[in-house]
């Protein structure tokens, strides 16, 4: 999982956990960080992937989970 590995670098300090396999990923965000913020950074960073990935994205204090696809 090289993108897991990738993201975990990337933002050490915004990032609690990233779960799931070649399909989707789960990560879960500090509370502290802006979703929206956090989403924005992603697309302009990992834009033109050779395979799509679906992401679900959740803050620890929050429950609600937004999908998002990077392409």
Not at 30 to 39: L, R, Y
Request: include cysteine; charge should be positive.
């Amino acid at each position: 999982m090289e993108f897991t590995r990738e993201l975990r670098e990337v933002y050490p300090t915004e990032i609690i956990e990233v779960r799931g396999n070649a399909d989707a990923l789960a990560i879960t965000l500090v509370k502290e960080t802006n979703s929206k913020s956090f989403i924005a950074k992603l697309k302009s960073r990992f834009k033109n992937l050779s395979h799509p990935r679906v992401l679900f994205i959740r803050c620890e204090d929050a429950g609600a989970v937004e999908k998002i696809v990077l392409v």
